[in-house]
């Protein structure tokens, strides 16, 4: 199971994700919320408005694999992408993350990081970035 | 399409780090895959072009299912778009008349298949700075709909 560290929750709550949706056949369609709230080690939870529920409903229902990427400057400040699988309770969109990898570009693009242990996780965070979230 | 001038001047080459977009693929079956983008162009006013760093999972979902979404990550304040339509990679070392979506390979090739030249990757900040610079060839989305994601109105095509 994955578990997110203090600077990916931060980043996610603070400026929420790009969603990737598809449908069964591979037909994507994206939404954007601009905060999330993590519980656990691993369910991010978005707020939707009825627009992005009635753009999404049929692919989560079909197909409940999702990617999240962090929003604004999360996009590239922190440089993860989040796999999971996911679910519409009324306008919340519960997300359970199973995967997690890192895409700063170069020849670390698509390392995945959940398989690491937690503590080595923490370390290649650490070795990189300096900040634990979003500028205040 | 035709894109909006609005939306072409904004992906258009400027500064390096002056916008950040993602790409969203998806394999045939329908597992996502999104990455981040600091470099896009535009060509013909229709293609959105960005320059293939490593991107690993963006090609093999493309190799079996060539659609993509691009939206804009930073800064989004009144560019609040989603781009989707036909998507491929232009890999160097393809014939020159290779076509996708009716651009040739040379074409893309000859003037975007070393980016470095036309937007200097030295002028990012170290921390966000691809270690290595090794382009592998130039992925290609024809952008055949527009839709806003301002969370009220997302999905709303834009003309």
Redesign the interface.
């Known amino acids: 199971m994955a578990k997110l560290t203090p600077r990916m929750r931060n980043w996610l709550e603070g400026l929420g994700a790009h969603i990737g949706t598809a449908t069964k056949k591979g037909f994507p369609t994206v939404i954007v919320v601009d905060s999330a709230k993590v519980e656990g080690d691993n369910i991010v939870k978005f707020q939707l408005a009825d627009a992005q529920v009635e753009q999404i409903k049929q692919n989560i229902e079909e197909n409940p694999r999702v990617a999240l990427g962090p929003g604004g400057l999360g996009s590239i400040r922190a440089a993860y992408q989040f796999k999971g699988s996911a679910r519409l309770e009324g306008n919340t969109l519960i997300v359970e993350v199973n995967e997690i990898y890192c895409t700063k570009p170069g020849p670390e693009a698509a390392l995945r990081l959940d398989v690491l242990p937690y503590e080595s996780i923490i370390k290649f965070e650490n070795t990189r970035w300096r900040d634990t979230g979003p500028p205040k | 399409m035709k894109l909006p001038k609005e939306i072409v001047d904004v992906l258009k080459i400027k500064e390096p780090d002056d916008l950040?977009v993602?790409l969203?693929?998806?394999?045939?079956?329908?597992?996502?895959?999104?990455?981040?983008?600091?470099f896009t162009d535009v060509y013909d006013d229709e293609f959105i072009l960005i320059p293939d760093?490593?991107?690993?999972?963006t090609k093999i979902?493309l190799n079996e299912?060539r659609?993509?979404?691009v939206?804009i990550?930073?800064p989004?304040e009144g560019k609040?778009w989603?781009l989707?339509g036909p998507c491929g990679h232009i890999e160097w070392g393809v014939p020159d008349n290779y076509s996708f979506q009716g651009i040739r390979a040379g074409d893309v090739l000859r003037k975007w298949g070393d980016w470095e030249e036309r937007e200097p990757f030295t002028s990012l900040p170290e921390?966000?700075r691809?270690?290595?610079i090794a382009q592998r060839g130039v992925i290609v989305l024809k952008v055949a709909e527009c839709y806003s994601?301002e969370?009220?109105?997302?999905?709303?095509k834009i003309s």
């Open positions: 950040i993602y969203t693929t998806s394999s045939v079956d329908g597992k996502c895959n999104i990455i981040p983008s600091l760093l490593f991107a690993v999972k979902n299912n659609i993509g979404v939206t990550a930073y989004s609040k989603a989707r921390d966000i691809p270690a290595v994601y969370p009220e109105e997302s999905g709303r």
